[in-house]
């Protein structure tokens, strides 16, 4: 075995007990960066400056997504953005957009620990979303890098479509996690797919 | 159901929104000039209107922006929806 093992949180999945890949997958992204960032969209100069550090213009239509070498910007409000990287980088992001804001109004919080991302992708994706979700994320409307902050199974999400498998980042509060996991599960269960249980709720999903 | 159309995040159902009551009342630019009777008026009463209503709604579950709703009290009928930058 010359493949590295993965970081893995520490009730983490037995990956003998997930169905087949392409029958479909859930399972936790956990650790990632999210920072949250506010600046007013007429703020060209700022918008600018994000832009140049970043390497993407931050997408000022609503419920779009725009990505970079290794993170998502995600339109949370006219003057709202969610800025999505890998684990472990919050810390140098939020410096270094704090030094391309300097001179302009503008908030910054690193939001990593309170919220987590939970990857539900296969053929049955859309079917075990709709069945706690009012939206169409069907991809002729919900297109990959389209976003929306809605109620899944009447908590609060923020939906990202990935790809056309399709694949959905469902960004949930860490604390509604464990229920929001749990229901992903049970709706899946609907539709043939039988996700492990974790041994404790609430740490870490499949 | 509500099919309440957010100006930024399009429509979505009631279920996301936080109602905020009538709208265009501002608040009085000198409260302490008013007497008890003025200020009870400004914070409590509201005319209730029957048929075509200005409303204020919160998007709660999307992008926590307040915004106006124009609605029919007797049909529900949405009749459109506007920020405040538009309304000004």
Redesign the interface.
């Known amino acids: 075995m010359s493949s590295p093992t993965p970081r893995r949180s520490p009730f983490g999945a037995i990956e003998s007990a997930q169905p087949p890949p392409h029958e479909g997958q859930l399972f936790e992204r956990p650790f990632l960066t999210h920072v949250n960032l506010r600046l007013d969209s007429a703020d060209s100069e700022a918008l600018a400056a994000i832009q140049q550090m970043l390497g993407v213009q931050l997408p000022l239509t609503?419920?779009t997504t725009a990505a970079s070498q290794g993170l998502l910007a995600i339109w949370?409000?006219?003057d709202?953005w969610l800025l999505l990287a890998a684990q472990d980088y919050s810390e140098a992001l939020a410096s270094d957009l704090q030094a391309a804001l300097t001179g302009h109004v503008a908030s910054i919080v690193d939001i990593s620990s309170g919220q987590t991302v939970i990857r539900l992708s296969g053929p049955s994706a859309l079917d075990v979303l709709a069945r706690g979700c009012?939206?169409d994320l069907h991809p002729s409307v919900f297109p990959p890098g389209a976003c929306?902050?809605?109620?899944l199974a009447?908590a609060?999400t923020l939906l990202i479509a990935v790809d056309l498998t399709p694949t959905f980042d469902i960004i949930v509060r860490r604390s509604f996690a464990p229920y929001v996991a749990a229901w992903l599960k049970d709706s899946a269960r609907q539709f043939g797919l039988h996700f492990p249980t974790t041994a404790t709720p609430g740490t870490t999903l499949a | 159901m509500l099919l309440i159309p957010c100006p930024w995040c399009g429509p979505r159902e009631d279920d996301e929104f936080t109602f905020g009551g009538e709208a265009d009342i501002p608040r009085p630019a000198d409260p302490a000039a008013l007497t008890d009777e003025q200020w009870a008026d400004y914070l409590f009463m509201r005319d209730n209107r029957r048929g075509h209503h200005r409303e204020q709604w919160y998007h709660t579950a999307g992008c926590r922006r307040w915004f106006i709703v124009e609605r029919d009290t007797v049909t529900n009928e949405i009749l459109g929806a506007s920020t405040y930058g538009d309304s000004q």
């Open positions: 609503p419920n949370l409000g006219p709202e009012a939206l929306a902050q809605t109620m009447r609060q």
